[in-house]
């Protein structure tokens, strides 16, 4: 039976959902912050993940980036996916926190990647697109010997402009923004809701309750269990 959540999430025409690493979680990815997370088990994981950090020590960076952030055989999960399918149904957009490529894999639409794809790798040297495949087997570019890299917005670097013009732009069409996977802490992604259209209702799926400084409905449920009633027929 669907719920009153749901049933808003069927209704609505012009959804945006704001989703973490709580997303991804299902699939098998580990998150940042939680008991088990990669901040938990890593201290100087912010730094180790920075533009600092690649710069000092770019060996070390490519280590810690294969060795922790990679899990090229993770499948979407019943979120992605039912998430993709209103995307593709021009019925919504997704901006996104995660870097592990989910949901392009899923084939969705309208997606803004805010942090960036760790799958989309460039030459620092020439500029040139390289297979993920190619930079899980070296840091080096083959043509040029150039430094590979991540396409990702690392600490102490900024978000790209173009992510927060068509984040916001969506924002500003929604009738429903959706609030998923996230602690909703983290900045300037957690900033986007102030660009919302105040006519929007705002909805967050989430364990752990949130808080925040305006009226919203907080479903506390696992985001597993809530899509896999959700009807994107």
Known sequence: METTAQQLLITSQHIVFMTGAGVSTPSGIPDYRSKNGLYTGHHNAEYYLSHAFLTENPGGFYDYLKSNLYYPDAQPNVIHEKMAALTRQDR???ITQNIDNLY?????????????????????????????QDYLKSPYHASDHGYLRPNVVLYDEGIAQTNVERAVAALQRADLVVICGTSFRVYPFAGLIDYRNPRAKVMAINEEPLKLPFDFTMVQQNAVDFFKDVSVS
């Open 92 to 94: 919504a957009s997704v």
């Open 104 to 132: 392009n894999v899923a084939d969705t639409r309208h997606l803004v990647e805010f942090h960036g794809n760790l799958y989309q790798i460039y030459c620092t040297k020439c500029g040139q697109s390289v297979a993920w």
